[in-house]
């Protein structure tokens, strides 16, 4: 018997006395989900879930987007935060284009614009500022694992997630 291992072709003969190897490899689930691991960035859910609703020069639509279409089905609540974190960005958008529509149509009116422009921009910021509040109240809970549902865009992401936040 030689001390050189088998070739990789070649069946290897155990005897009693040998062991297989344990090493850190055999003690490893298969499933990320079984590690509570996101598929894509092998983030903890907690952790992904805070960052899909990251409002920082669009990082949290990137990582909805991707978390959206990766994360497998059973994995409810990062699907759920996702889609939730997209159309409050959605909606966010609308909104702001809203204020921007706003304030150019009222800046072509003579004497009204004084007052209207100042309004939409005021009414802009307001937007703004309660999109960022609301993103680290729901960021923070995301991370701590409670699940927040937004009155109207949390029904619709519950529905399309298949997730049921009172169970």
Request: with cysteine; net charge neutral; proline share 7%.
């Amino acid at each position: 018997m030689s001390n050189f291992p088998p070739e990789p072709n070649e069946p290897r003969n155990q005897t009693a006395n040998e062991q297989t190897p344990q090493g850190d490899y055999q003690q490893r689930p298969t499933s990320l989900h079984l590690l509570n691991k996101t598929v894509v960035l092998n983030l903890d859910y907690n952790t992904a879930g805070a960052l899909v609703y990251l409002p920082i020069c669009f990082v949290g639509v990137l990582a909805s987007a991707v978390f959206w279409r990766t994360e497998p089905a059973r994995n409810h609540e990062l699907r759920f935060n996702a889609l939730q974190s997209l159309m409050l960005t959605g909606v966010l958008i609308v909104l702001a284009m809203g204020c921007g529509l706003g304030m150019a149509i009222f800046a072509l009116i003579p004497l009204i614009h004084y007052v209207m422009v100042p309004l939409f921009s005021l009414s802009w910021m307001a937007c703004m500022g309660a999109y960022m509040l609301l993103s680290i109240v729901l960021m923070m809970k995301a991370y701590k694992g409670e699940i927040y549902k937004l009155p109207f865009i949390g029904d619709i992401a519950a529905a399309k997630a298949s997730f049921d936040p009172n169970a």
